[in-house]
């Protein structure tokens, strides 16, 4: 069969468009069947199935410096269901290496806003920890702050409580083609990269150190202190010469100065500086006016002194009336004191820290009251022990007032 020369370059443009189609077609196949995979791995996200997120969220290298690992509880998983309750996704383009049996897609994903948890949660833990730093020195409690479970139950509060924005953030999933021949059959790589883009990036905000500054860091120390008792306070802040004791008088003043401090603290970051791992906050701190109460208790304690009710009364008796007229400063002081206090912070690599922390506010919130102003060695058995407590001083001499 003779073929016409002048339809040979029809018949070649017709074969490569030929060719060309049957490329095409395959490689349509293959983003289709690319497509189909990331599709239904993505959308048993949205239904918010549980193995599909154990399959690529790794719940233990959530929290990897956890030091007290835990079985996968409900807890856990209900912390999944509710971060992918805004999950969605949209495919954009897929790419497809026939030679390498590999593809790459480029997605847009919908998350809720990862940043502001991972600060929330920051917030949160520091809170715990500074919480039951305070009591476990008292013996009341064993510090959790560094479980994984509690890590998990912290994300469970703020996701419950919480109402969240969402974001949208780009991600490139890769996928291998494990088939043979014509039988092809595509997996997604699990990587941390896609991990992590799955989740928002919260595993590498949660990683940061950064994630609360030294300002951020210091306001969660104040504002935690506030809220504390008695017991908390005074085993945290090291004041325990004022604070910590079983007499019940005794006790009352210290219940009297928290009520102060509730009362009367406040603070106002001024300012800050940071040189590397250390920063330096300058803070207003405004507190109740201990030279206050004290200049208040000392005139009461030497009306009394001067009177011939302290000699008639005896050591005992005089020195339960100081503890009444101190406790009376406490109770109607309504003077505060506004200073300014420079407080270090060191960020170990995974957070800022406060310094010497319990000191530090300590002496910054109680001023000169730190230390009980009466003798300490007084006692209800012991009439000289206590006398030395009560002397009345003024410009000439000092008197002793015996029993």
């Not at 095409?24 to 996200?45: C, N, P, T």
């Not at 399959?55 to 912390?79: G, H, Q, R, W």
């Not at 008292?138 to 959790?144: L, M, R």
């Not at 092809?184 to 989740?199: A, C, H, K, M």
Request: charged share 25%; with cysteine; aromatic share 8%.
């Amino acid at each position: 069969m003779k073929i016409n020369k002048r339809l040979l370059p029809i018949f070649a443009i017709v074969l490569i468009f030929l060719a060309a189609f049957i490329a095409g077609s395959f490689s349509h196949r293959d983003q289709s069947d690319a497509r189909e995979v990331i599709r239904s791995e993505l959308d048993r996200l949205k239904d918010l199935d549980s193995k599909t997120t154990q399959k690529y969220i790794s719940y233990k290298e959530m929290f990897p410096d956890a030091t007290e690992n835990t079985e996968l509880s409900d807890e856990i998983n209900n912390v999944f269901s509710l971060f992918f309750q805004k999950f969605d996704y949209k495919i954009l383009d897929i790419s497809v290496d026939k030679k390498s049996k590999t593809a790459e897609a480029s997605l847009k994903l919908t998350t809720i806003d990862a940043q502001s948890l991972a600060r929330d949660f920051a917030t949160e833990l520091l809170k715990t920890q500074i919480t039951e730093t305070a009591q476990a020195k008292s013996g009341t409690v064993k510090d959790s702050s560094k479980s994984l479970e509690g890590h998990y139950l912290i994300l469970n509060r703020l996701l419950t409580t919480n109402t969240y924005d969402s974001t949208e953030n780009n991600c490139t999933i890769q996928l291998i083609n494990n088939g043979s021949g014509q039988k092809e059959n595509w997996e997604i790589r699990r990587t941390y990269s896609l991990e992590n883009d799955l989740v928002g990036g919260l595993m590498v905000y949660l990683s940061d150190p950064d994630i609360l500054s030294p300002e951020d860091t210091l306001s969660v120390y104040f504002n935690t202190l506030k809220k504390m008792n008695l017991e908390e306070m005074s085993s945290y802040l090291g004041v325990l010469n004022i604070m910590n004791t079983s007499d019940s008088v005794k006790n009352s003043i210290a219940e009297a100065l928290v009520e102060q401090v509730h009362q009367n603290f406040n603070f106002k970051i001024q300012s800050s500086s940071v040189n590397g791992y250390n920063a330096t906050v300058t803070t207003a701190i405004t507190t109740f006016d201990s030279n206050a109460i004290l200049s208040n208790y000392q005139s009461s304690l030497d009306t009394y002194l001067a009177s011939p009710d302290a000699v008639i009364d005896g050591s005992q008796k005089r020195y339960e009336k100081s503890l009444d007229f101190l406790l009376n400063s406490i109770k109607n002081n309504t003077a505060t004191t506004t200073s300014d206090v420079d407080f270090v912070l060191i960020n170990d690599g995974a957070s800022w820290n406060l310094q010497d922390e319990g000191n530090t506010l300590g002496d910054a919130i109680f001023g000169t009251l730190t230390s009980s102003p009466l003798d300490e060695d007084s006692d209800s058995s012991d009439s000289d022990s206590s006398e030395d407590s009560f002397e009345t001083t003024d410009d000439t001499d000092t008197e002793t007032y015996d029993s």
